[in-house]
DNA sequence: TTGTAAGCGTTATCAC
DNA sequence: GTGATAACGCTTACAA
């Protein structure tokens, strides 16, 4: 079924069932109604290719995501659901690719095939190939953080630096004095992975600010790892009472070491971070943490690329979230304050 | 930069360009040389939306999830993961649909506007809508999961009756004599969820040839959902001594509330399951469980969906997985045996 | 071994 | 207010 049959059948021009279907030129009620009658009865849409080659748009977004290899975590997994729910409200499609390192297939079937209208990039590292291309090929792009150089594209992204020194500070308020931040796994911070990089400078800056003695550790996405870190760390530094992570898989492991050393939450020690909303009130008791906004992120990195595609000429945007803190049930003094006792 | 111009540079028609590229007519070894350089020289690669127009396919795949709204479970997320890999080694790109109702805007798009070549649907239900509008626009599709009824379409599906059945022989060869399941949420079972639907099915057989004690129940997916059931069961039924479950999110709730009633495991309460390896690993005790094999899954759904776009003629397939069950660490007889003590 | 030309199903520019 | 008709960029008979 294509317009032109639509158009025989209701006895008109083809021209005339595509303007009845845009609007884009004035078509009587009564002709429109014929056609439209026709169509809802057949049951006819245009064709996605014929339309694209026409008018030189897919109506499509390219999202890419790290490659299957590399586990996603649950929060990147999410925000994969969220950015097709938001371009759904924009009447886009999403097409996927896993890509990660130099030139990858489906990535180059995206670009220089002109499969997409624009592209949302996951992940980006500092000196990042596919944002390179994507400057290069002219397509629109939005990138999922933003890198310390001097980004010239869009980019919407998480204040770890802030958000983190955040949280230090809410520790040193209730009279914490050493504390230890559970980051990524070592090989994001090394890559340059950007909230690696900036939980662990924010973490160093607000403890600085406040005289605290810390303990910056890296740790891979597992709850096994969080244990067998956590573990080490009291261990080693048994004055610590307190943690801020970004490390949200690291959790279930982090609350079983603190258990098994016999430290309690809140009362003899203390956990806050930057993790997904749902991770947070998984934890026992109930994390205090600033919950980071996937939706949120998605809904604007989306809306930024649908403004880049209409209109391209506008200078680049920036977006940079700061979700509040949100006190749950795992945070207090430390067990000896400063003063006192 | 289109064919034309490339054909311009090289010297040659259009259609050698194609035939080029293509192979589908020989061309002498010097033009595709001179060819395949100008291509390379300025990186082109063909408009996809003027070849899928001339070609009658899109050479895509669409993938139906569960909507954002109803958050995708982690082993959901992981299988849309695998089938854009899976369906990258197949030349294939894959657009996302979050479809679950009636009839869902970008479903139709996908479905009327041929964006697509096939479809892979996930969660199907008895009566599945949108399987129904598949079959009737005659493009190839294999749901994930099968229903009840005379399926006329592909589907690969885990055989969580056998598998569950097996979980409960494990736990009656130790000796067990009172089980419980603990399902998926009941809404799931309600709405004839397949796995939660067959789950049951196959533990009440099982449970019933060697004469147990049994208790089914269904439990949100959540960790803290799964804690409750745990304590009302263990409060409601102390006799129990194992439980076999296909509620992943649940499982850590699952151990707290196993931990909190005094009951270690294996040594004094069992658990097992069909869940994916992760969680699996992640369980303390580590888990012994039959390991959903989610790339698994992903890599038949899309051969078996690649077939049926290559060679649409060829009779439905189905597929049903059945992996082995790895003995962990999580059962073992239980405290009071059969006989003797 | 290569070129010419007719589609593919739309949208958009002319005419009327 | 409507109908021809030329793009859009490619594939693929059909000729040569």
Redo the contacts with the bound molecule.
Sequence with gaps: ???????RRA????????????G?????????RRILEVIDDVG????A????????RTRTIGLVIPPAGRRLSPIQLGFVADVVAAAGRHELDVVLSPSGGEHDRSFERMVSG?RVDGVILMEVRVQDARAARLERSGLPFVAIGHTAGAAPGCWVDLDYEGLVARCVHHLADLGHQAIALVNRPQAFLDSGYGPARRALDGFNAAAAARSLTVRALCCPDEATAGEACTRDLLAAHPRITGIVTINEAALPGLERALRRSGRTVPRQFSVIGVVGRHWAEQFHPPLTAADVPISDLAERAVGLLAERMTHPGTPARHVMLTPPLSLRASTAPPPRPRTGS
Excluded at 1 to 7: F, K, R, V, Y
């Design positions: 079924m294509n317009i032109g049959e639509i158009a006895g008109v021009s083809r021209s005339t069932v595509s303007y009845a279907l845009s884009k030129r004035a078509v009587s009620e009564v002709t429109r006819y849409r245009p064709n290719s014929a339309r694209a080659l026409a008018e030189g002109r």
